[in-house]
């Protein structure tokens, strides 16, 4: 039995997607696989037991029956957080051993997703990233979003923490006109440091995008037309503050969009609604004319409609933006034909001694 260890330098790297990729390579390799989420940092309950809802997707698209307390043994719930401060929270490390022991007993490869960053997440509770690993002896890949400025510095301070236990990095989220860079440049000082580069990913519009009803349920949206189609997935955002004509030229530009503008820009609206639109964000909770609503309506284009002003609102975008969940089907189907083209999967199951049961 191997266990890898999915580390990130920062929380929201990617690992969950990652995650459900390698189990399903892995199961179709004929290896059995489970799935351990040790830290849970989105604690949802599921018929009285309180568990982590990016895990419970997880166990969902490998098909696992692991029962919810053993699958991720700490949420991170209000209460947990309070103990921790009042110092009356108990050794954690025996509850988390006793539930790795379980999985481990019924797996060839059992994946370990960590808990936000490496560097920081669980020290305050005991459960660092790195004890973690030693504590499973597993060997631990380390995900990256890139960062021009910050990327080989935070990997080799990785490799400093993790040692030998780590084997290998993920960059991920790399914008098109680095991929070069980082292929010919970054990957080779790496790999001669000792930090084998096992795939460069390039950003995907995709997997950032979120649902329209996640828009609406994070903004406190009314939604005035559209009900029917807040499951569109919105790709890029635009602020409508400007001319028709320049806003039209603009929009033209962007595919698959929200834009955000005043309710009362029906000049912006109208130039919108020409282009590849899934949203319309309105602001300051002005609504607009009946004819505009008619014709987002005619076009199925959902208006939701704000009382914030329009920095308020992008603001608060941003901020649901940098903590996107991975959910929809269409997105792990576009990881799994991502990390299939870019990840030398064969070097990461060489690594870690992982046979096919079959050939692939």
């Known amino acids: 039995m191997v266990t890898l260890y999915l580390a990130s330098i920062k929380a929201f790297a990617g690992k969950t997607l990652l995650s459900v990729t390698l189990g399903l390579d892995a199961q179709q390799r004929g290896q059995r696989v489970q799935y351990f989420l040790p830290v849970g940092p989105h604690p949802i309950t599921v ?80 459960l660092p990233s790195w004890e973690l690993a030693d504590a499973f002896d597993a060997r631990t890949l380390v995900v990256c979003r890139y960062k021009p400025e910050r990327t080989v510095d935070e990997l080799l301070g990785a ?31 790496l790999e001669r440091q000792g930090v084998p580069v096992l795939g460069v990913l390039p950003q995907e519009p995709l997997l950032h995008a979120i649902p ?42 962007i595919p698959n969009k929200a834009v955000i503008t005043g309710g009362d820009r029906s000049d912006i609206i109208c130039a919108a609604l020409e282009t590849s639109l899934r949203a319309l964000v309105l602001t300051g909770g002005l609504e607009p004319a009946p004819r505009v609503l008619a014709e987002a309506s005619c076009r199925k284009v959902p208006v939701l409609l704000v009382h914030q002003d329009t920095l308020s609102t992008v603001e608060r975008i941003d901020s649901m933006l940098e903590h996107l969940r991975f959910r929809q089907p269409e997105k792990i189907e576009c990881a799994k034909s991502i990390i299939t083209c870019c990840l030398d999967i064969e070097r990461l199951w060489a690594l870690l001694g992982v046979k096919s049961a079959f050939p692939v």
């Open 47 to 126: 018929n009285g037991t309180v568990t982590d809802a990016d895990a419970l997707h997880v166990a969902q698209f490998l098909h696992l029956e692991t029962p919810p307390d053993v699958l991720c043994p700490v949420p991170l719930t209000d209460a947990f957080q309070r103990k921790v401060l009042d110092g009356s929270m108990p050794p954690l490390l025996p509850k988390v051993l006793s539930a790795y022991e379980r999985l481990a007993n019924d797996a060839d490869v059992l994946i370990v997703g960590g808990n936000g960053s490496l560097f920081t997440s669980g020290i305050s509770y005991g």
């Open 159 to 189: 490799k400093h923490l993790l040692g030998e236990r780590m084997i290998g990095t993920v960059i991920n989220a790399v914008r098109a006109d680095h991929i070069e860079l980082v292929k010919t440049k970054v990957a080779p000082f």
């Open 212 to 253: 329209v009803r996640n828009l609406k349920d994070g903004l406190d949206a009314r939604v005035l037309t559209g009900e029917d189609q807040l499951d569109q997935l919105v790709e890029n955002f635009a602020i409508g503050a400007m001319t028709p004509d320049a806003a039209f030229t603009h929009f033209r530009r």
